[in-house]
């Protein structure tokens, strides 16, 4: 398991399952900061570098053997397309058959980032969108989409097994009819 663009989340603590391997990668500062928070254990590394270089998915690759899952949450949109490509062109050329669960953000949510209450309030700003789950297939022939949905029209069986005041958040978010809420779409992807 990779995370890609760690931040400070806590996805070890939350859903580790007892025996993966776990990699959490991001830019040199922020896992300075992480180190706050998180310490290194012996199945989970942290690695400061940047998605888009090579020599952290060497080292991946060398150190556990997979069956991989990369998990770039919430990073890639802050990416220039041509970044993008480099991160999945590395993923696939190091880790074919490799999972990948990534959210995407559409134009609609795109466009709106200036109005969002609170993205509009940081300095960072997305910089690619993607216009739908199968530009991967036309950029890496060979990968499938395994399911993509929607954040407001998510099929009933994955709903129910959120918790219930974020069942209540995507009723609601669903019913305003927002366009970042209906531009934002989450996708399970194999490598080719
Ligand atoms: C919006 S935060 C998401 C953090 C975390 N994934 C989450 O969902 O809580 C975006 C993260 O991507 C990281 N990031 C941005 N560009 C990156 C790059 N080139 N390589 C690795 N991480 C990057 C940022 O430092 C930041 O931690």
């Given amino acids: 398991m990779v995370e890609i663009g760690t931040g400070l989340n806590s996805r070890h603590e939350r859903v580790d399952n007892g025996r993966a391997r776990w990699y959490e990668l991001d830019l040199p500062e922020v896992i300075d900061l992480r180190r ?8 989970r590394t942290m690695i400061a570098a940047s998605a ?6 060497a080292e991946v ?40 669960a990534r959210d995407t953000v559409g134009p609609g949510f795109f466009d709106a980032q200036e109005q969002h209450d609170a993205l509009s309030k940081v300095e960072a700003r997305m ?24 954040l407001t029209s ?3 069986e994955s709903v129910a097994q959120l918790p219930v005041p974020w069942q209540q958040m995507v009723s609601a978010m669903a019913a305003q009819r927002l366009p970042q809420a209906e531009g934002y779409r989450l996708n399970f992807l194999r490598l080719p």
């Fill in 61 to 100: 690759a060398s150190h556990a053997t997979g069956p991989y899952l990369f998990v770039p949450e919430a990073v890639l949109p802050y990416l220039h397309e041509p970044d993008v490509r480099r991160v999945i062109d590395l993923l696939a050329g190091h880790f074919p058959g490799a999972l990948l």
């Fill in 127 to 150: 910089n690619w969108y993607c216009p739908g789950p199968a530009q991967l297939v036309d950029w890496r022939p060979g990968a499938h989409v395994l399911a993509s949905h929607i």
């Fill in 36 to 43: 706050n928070s998180f310490a290194d254990s012996p199945r």
């Fill in 52 to 57: 888009t270089d090579r020599a952290w998915a």
């Fill in 154 to 156: 998510l099929p009933e």
